[in-house]
């Protein structure tokens, strides 16, 4: 069974026996327990302040504890399985009855408990502000007398531990079980250095099954406003930065704009912006018979696309002084037009067919097609 991390700050807690009684409680610093306090559990301010780690202490004689040996040849987890299961078939655990099991020093401690008297506990610590990390039977303060009976009074509370058993130590109990046994009484200091071990390791913890403590969900204890904070800010902090790589791109841009602008100017001083130089620059080397618009362009572009199709022919070919090569192309089948107009296309130049390819009285087909730069 899992027990809780070991704590050397907190406080240590005797329920009472007996509804009206004193509460009992130890403050617990550096793993040193200080001196005894009493509470009136009727009134509802608590004295101890911060509490830090809480351990519970339940009345020895509502939570008696079985203790013996463990099985040498069975894991540990199946042996506390087992005894949770003998009990329940030994008929020790009825309706009502909460049983909690756990290893110790090589021994095996079980206890059963009624329901009722663990809810009422729980309600008692909770109307003081306490949530207790564990609740142990306060007979488990004694250390275990393997040839002896130890006995203590905590906090007014009698209590006794044999080696097979740790209860309430009331006198004519004490009486039956002690037989020819030794009996040892603890003393205060031996008490408050069991109290520091209980305390920093209980024996055996009641708050198991439902009575678990609740496990901390990170979705319940989490800052979410905070981590919304955050979000919002990395969001803001990344738009900014978009911002800021925007504003550059586009000094950039607009600077190299300028430069070309300027560039063109130094030979045609009539451009005003970058489409009057573009205009102006093409007009210049249409002239000129250079350029995407000239003649060498385009028809280059097609006696390439049309090599590897061997079965187009051109019919007729004219160029325009807009730049537009004109031709018609002809084919015994289409795929081979289309074969030349998807190389054509796929080379960037702007290419235009009619709506459909029709063949003419020789069985060809023909198209005509024109051609621009892009």
């Known amino acids: 069974m899992p027990q809780p991390e070991p704590s050397m700050d907190g406080l240590i807690v005797l329920l009472p026996a007996e509804s009206g009684e004193s509460w009992r409680w130890w403050r617990v610093s550096d793993g040193v327990v200080g001196r005894e306090h009493a509470f009136d559990g009727e009134s509802d301010n608590a004295p101890w302040g911060a509490v830090g780690t809480v351990t519970a202490l339940a009345p020895a004689g509502l939570a008696p504890v079985r203790d013996k040996a463990l099985p040498p040849d069975m894991p540990l987890v199946q ?86 058993a740790a209860f309430a130590g009331e006198a004519a109990l004490v009486e039956a079980l002690a037989g020819d046994l030794d009996q040892i009484a603890l003393d205060d200091d031996g008490l408050a250095a069991r109290l520091a071990a209980v305390h920093a390791a209980p024996p055996l913890n009641l708050r198991q099954s439902q009575y678990a403590p609740r496990r901390v969900s990170v979705f319940r204890v989490a800052n979410w406003q905070g981590l919304a904070r955050m979000t919002a800010t990395a969001a803001l902090l990344g738009l900014l930065l978009m911002l800021v790589w925007i504003v550059k791109w586009n000094l950039d841009s607009s600077a190299q704009e300028a430069r070309a602008l300027e560039l063109a100017q130094a030979r045609f001083p009539a451009a005003t912006d970058l489409d009057s130089a573009e205009r102006l620059i093409s007009a210049e080397l249409a002239r000129r018979g250079q350029g995407g618009a000239s003649f060498a362009a385009p028809a280059a572009a097609l006696f390439d696309a049309m090599r590897p199709v061997p079965g187009v022919r051109l019919r007729d070919l004219g160029y325009g002084a807009d730049g537009t090569l004109r031709f018609t192309a002809a084919a015994p089948r289409a795929e081979d037009v289309n074969a030349v107009l998807i190389a054509l296309q796929n080379g960037g130049w702007k290419v235009t067919v009619p709506p459909a390819l029709a063949p003419d009285p020789t069985g060809a087909t023909v198209a005509a097609i024109t051609l621009r730069a892009p």
């Open 79 to 164: 042996a506390l399985a087992a005894e949770r299961l003998g009990l329940a078939q030994g008929g020790l655990v009825q309706g009502g009855r909460h049983v909690a099991v756990a290893a110790d020093d090589g021994r095996l401690l079980s206890a059963t408990i009624d329901q009722h008297e663990m809810d009422r506990w729980l309600a008692l610590l909770a109307g003081h502000g306490l949530d207790p990390l564990a609740i142990v039977p306060a007979a488990l303060v004694l250390p275990r007398g393997d040839a002896a009976l130890v006995l203590g009074n905590l906090g007014g509370q009698l209590l006794a531990r044999s080696a097979d």
